[in-house]
């Protein structure tokens, strides 16, 4: 069974660029999990989607950041513009059912963002 | 406000002893706790998890302890072997009312396990 595969696997952009990252989650999965890891923490849900539909975007910094998961498959995450503090991995992860609490998240790789 | 912390960056440990790593939370509403390994440049994958209903929880090697009262958790690796060596997170999530909390994993900041041989 294939994983999570996100894309690209680095990026290095200057601040006030604009950035994408895709994510296609494990097939199947209902739910696609967008999560920010800053060195030194750990990650930090941006975005949650069942399906096509956004469940908890509490902590996503909407004056910027955007995310879209069309025809609840694949789910692009953006930044516009992006700030020195984006600098962080963005980790895509998707979960078989509904999101319930018993439910194993599986992760990509990440993407690692520098911004210059 | 860091609601699960884990308060050692790093653990070393010999090959064939005991890793114990240790989690606290501060949220009494967290009732299911999570174990994540991170190699690098690979994403988390899950370990093992106990509910709030449970104080202990086995899987293989690996032992999770739960103590409510204390809001503590800890993971114990017996034996420690060099292909532990990995970040290990702690998560916590709430079974929220309202359905909004499905599935929100809050972490903590990592501890980096090294076995040595």
């Not at chain 1, 996100?6 to 994510?23: G, H, L, N, T």
């Not at chain 1, 999965?29 to 399906?51: E, S």
């Not at chain 2, 308060?7 to 440990?13: F, G, I, R, T």
């Amino acid at each position: 069974e294939a994983g999570v595969a996100q894309s690209p696997r680095y990026k290095i952009i200057e601040k006030r660029q604009s950035v994408a990252f895709w994510c296609n989650p494990i097939s199947g999965h209902a739910t696609l999990y967008w999560y920010q890891q800053i060195l030194g923490q750990g990650p930090k849900l941006l975005i949650q989607f069942q399906n096509n539909g956004v469940v908890d975007d509490s902590q996503l910094p909407k004056d910027r950041f955007s995310a879209e998961r069309l025809k609840g498959v694949d789910s692009t995450l953006k930044i516009q513009p992006a700030k020195l503090e984006d600098s962080a991995v963005y980790l895509c992860a998707s979960s078989l059912v509904s999101g319930g609490r018993t439910d194993t998240q599986y992760f990509g790789p990440g993407t690692r963002l520098t911004v210059l | 406000d860091q609601q699960v912390k884990q308060n050692s960056p790093s653990l070393s440990v010999q090959e064939g002893r005991i890793s114990i790593l240790n989690c606290d939370y501060t949220n009494s509403m967290f009732d299911y706790f999570l174990w994540y390994k991170k190699y690098p440049a690979e994403g988390p994958t899950f370990l093992i998890s106990i509910s709030s209903i449970k104080d202990k929880n086995e899987d293989g090697r690996f032992t999770v302890f739960l103590n409510k009262s204390a809001k503590h958790l800890s993971l114990h690796i017996v034996p420690s072997q060099p292909g532990d060596s990995a970040v290990y997170f702690c998560a916590a999530s709430v079974f929220g009312a309202g359905g909004t909390s499905y599935g929100k994993l809050t972490f903590g900041q990592g501890t980096i396990l090294t076995v040595h041989p």
